[in-house]
């Protein structure tokens, strides 16, 4: 199926477990983006990437880490967790065209404890 | 400053009634206003796009971009129970790394 998609959709870990996020996309899009969503803060972008092997910072990228050595995925690592990484995780993926659509993942809620 | 502003309080109406939703920016550079709605535990979903300034209509939905006071609205008319969502305003420039800045969203409940 067309689309994109982000496993896992529920994932409970603990304080200092390294953990990983994937995302997978279907339509060869170049553009991709991990953002997390927190109450009163919206949506926030982590990092993005313009196509494969090249990623770069957003506007809160400490404590994660991303790659991209294929166009269709784009996994986000936690490399130590921390309770404030508490979050609910949509990855995203756009054209090339600045007019194009952005089309996001289901989320995973991520809870550390 | 942050570069997209919504204020992000909740908003009851009645089913019938007009919502109102609006956001302001400061990069006067941005040229593409979008709104997403993202229904509870989903991801956004786009429900307008315009480009510059201007308006435009999708049926109930109406988006509006004023350039000139970086202002972007969208209204919603005989709103319905199932308009109910978080609305998050959203806009990119037309260069460089193709992100998107967007609002921190508005929850909005139609009740019946």
């Known amino acids: 199926d067309a689309g994109i998609t982000q496993s896992p959709r529920y994932k409970i870990t603990e304080t200092g477990r390294q953990v990983t996020l994937m995302c997978h996309q279907t339509?060869?899009?170049?553009?991709m983006f991990w953002y997390r969503q927190d109450l009163g803060h919206g949506l926030r972008l982590i990092y993005y990437?313009?196509?494969?092997?090249?990623?770069d910072k957003g506007e809160v990228p400490d404590g994660y880490v991303v790659s991209r050595s294929k166009t269709e995925n784009f996994p986000l690592t936690l490399e130590s967790a921390t309770r404030s990484q508490t979050s609910v995780y949509f990855c995203?993926?756009?054209?090339?065209?600045?007019?194009?659509?952005?089309?996001f993942g289901q989320g995973t809620r991520l809870t550390v404890v | 400053q942050k570069e997209v502003e919504q204020d992000p309080g909740p908003l009851s109406v009645p089913e019938g009634a007009i919502v109102s939703l609006n956001c302001t920016y400061s990069?006067?550079?941005?040229?593409?206003f979008m709104w997403y709605r993202q229904y509870s535990r989903k991801g956004p979903e786009l429900l307008m796009y315009?480009?510059?300034?201007g308006n435009k209509e999708d049926g109930r939905f109406t988006a509006q971009v004023d350039k000139s006071s970086k202002y972007i609205s969208l209204f919603i008319r005989d709103s319905q129970p199932s308009d109910s969502a978080t609305y998050l305003c959203?806009?990119?420039?037309?260069?460089?790394?193709?992100?998107?800045?967007f609002g921190k969203g508005n929850q909005v409940v139609v009740i019946p």
């Open positions: 995203a993926s756009r054209g090339t065209g600045m007019n194009t659509e952005a089309f």
């Open positions: 339509w060869s899009h170049s553009y």
């Open positions: 990437s313009a196509a494969a092997d090249i990623t």
């Open positions: 990069n006067s550079a941005f040229q593409y």
């Open positions: 315009t480009y510059s300034s």
């Open positions: 959203a806009m990119s420039l037309p260069y460089g790394n193709n992100r998107l800045a």
